[in-house]
């Protein structure tokens, strides 16, 4: 009996006490499997998003956590993030992103996540997730930085200049198949030189027309979902002498290829022939001379971007070998029409791929803020419970499906309030009145 009291008291002390009526228990920010956890909930929330920028963990503010079978475990996380300067086309690892500079503008925020991890069955299942993030005050970066440039309106008649200008002259030098239109500007700043210069960050997705087609046609954007989105960052210069634009683009492979690569693999199959034809250009990272014509055969994990291609002789053909081989009859061809044959393979059971989640951008905290209506804001709330209960785990023969609780409002005994730091970030984390850590239970 004393060993049973001992064991259940040691339990107590490593998990934590519950906490509020939902049968959570506090968590250790500090604990390597807490971390681990919140390391894989951002990586799932960067995947699920389809605009912006790739989220970094600056630091796990708040932890519960509530036990699930014999092996299973789901975590209620907070977690402080940062901004990188990837793209979540680009769909990289958080990890390998790196932070603005230091002078400009940083965006900031808080994700809550709800993540269910079973180690035994190497499940991890991101159930839901809500971010909030703003911008710092423009002002606060001006007085470390003065002569640096500061962030204009993305609808400034310049701006929309210098991305057209720029998107232009992408399409004319790209050597791709197909012109590329703007979907979204996403960053926009401006300064003074020797005269005003302007920087925009925007994303690009393939239309239907050629590349021959001339800039005033409308060119209606390609919905296959093997059409190509890319990353942009363009530059206006107004010089004494003229005007100067420049831009680099990154084009990535479509997430539909990443999803007919795991059904083979889920399928058994080991080899994958994807045969890719279609013409690469300059700005890719390290660039194809303009109007080269490439025919690859691919075998690789198509997260990539074309970045990670060699240069290549004009009219060269060459063989790819990368992380994943394949092999089934998958073949896309790319120009003005597409043809594309693939295998489906049809599963009993899927799993939970698709969180509940959301990501809303406030104003800089120096600006007046009038909350709207959100619509993305699921009917009953975005703390309501997602997973019914008594469902089957679709992954887990014999198992049922957690059901996924409330966020807590309550701040672990064992995650401590951020401390004043020296960087512009650490402090507006401990200023923001939005992202102030809640009181402990």
């Known amino acids: 009996m ?14 934590g006490a519950p906490v509020e009526h939902s049968g959570l228990e506090e968590g250790d920010c500090k604990d390597a499997s807490t971390l681990g956890a919140a390391t894989e909930a951002l990586t799932k929330i960067n995947r699920d998003r389809t605009e912006g920028y ?9 932890a519960h956590f509530k036990k699930h079978g014999e092996n299973g475990v789901t975590f209620y996380l907070t977690l402080d993030v940062v901004e990188t300067n990837c793209s979540v086309l680009s769909r990289k690892d958080w990890k390998q992103c790196a932070l603005p500079e230091s002078h400009k503008v940083p965006v900031y ?3 809550k996540a709800a993540i269910y991890i079973n180690k035994v069955n190497r499940v991890v299942r991101l159930y839901k997730y809500s971010c909030v993030v703003r911008p710092a005050p423009s002002g606060r970066v001006t007085s470390i ?3 640096c440039p500061v962030p204009v309106d993305l609808k400034d008649e310049s701006v929309k200049r210098t991305v057209a200008e ?3 002259k992408f399409n004319k030098e790209s050597g791709l198949a197909n012109r590329f239109a703007l979907l979204k500007t996403s960053r926009a ?4 030189a020797m005269g005003m210069y302007y920087h925009v960050e925007y994303t690009i997705q393939e239309t239907t027309c050629a590349r021959s087609t001339e800039a005033a046609e409308k060119c209606p954007l390609m919905e296959c979902d093997f059409a190509h989105k890319g990353f942009c960052k363009a530059s206006h210069y107004n010089m004494p002498g003229g005007q100067d634009v420049s831009v680099q683009c990154e084009i990535y492979e479509p997430k539909a290829v990443e999803r007919e690569e795991k059904l083979h693999l889920l399928a058994g199959d080991t080899t994958h022939n994807h045969s890719d034809t279609h013409s690469h250009s300059h700005n890719h990272g390290q660039a194809h001379a303009t109007d ?14 074309h970045a990670d291609h060699d240069k290549h002789a004009e009219g060269s053909n060459h063989n790819h070998t990368h992380d994943n081989a394949h092999d089934s009859s998958h073949r896309h061809v790319h120009g003005h029409t597409h043809v594309h044959t693939h295998h489906h393979h049809h599963h009993e059971k899927t799993a939970h791929d698709h969180p509940n ?5 406030l104003p800089a905290m120096d600006r007046p803020m009038t909350l709207p209506s959100f619509p993305d804001i699921p009917a009953a709330g975005p703390g309501a419970t997602v997973t019914l209960p008594l469902k089957p785990d679709p992954q887990i023969p014999g198992d049922m499906e957690p059901v996924i609780e409330p966020f807590p409002t309550s701040l672990s005994a064992h995650c401590s309030a951020p401390e004043t730091g020296s960087t512009l970030v650490d402090q507006l984390f401990t200023e923001d009145p939005m992202f102030k850590a809640v009181t402990q239970a």
């Open 2 to 15: 004393k060993t049973c009291v001992l064991l259940s008291l040691l339990l107590t002390l490593a998990w």
């Open 54 to 62: 790739i989220f970094a963990l600056h630091r796990l503010s708040n």
């Open 109 to 111: 925020g808080q994700c």
């Open 145 to 147: 930085c003065p002569d």
């Open 166 to 168: 720029s998107l232009e």
């Open 189 to 192: 700043t401006a300064g003074w």
């Open 292 to 305: 080269q014509t490439h025919t690859h055969d691919h075998e690789h994990d198509h997260i990539k971007s």
């Open 357 to 361: 989640g959301m990501v809303r951008v």
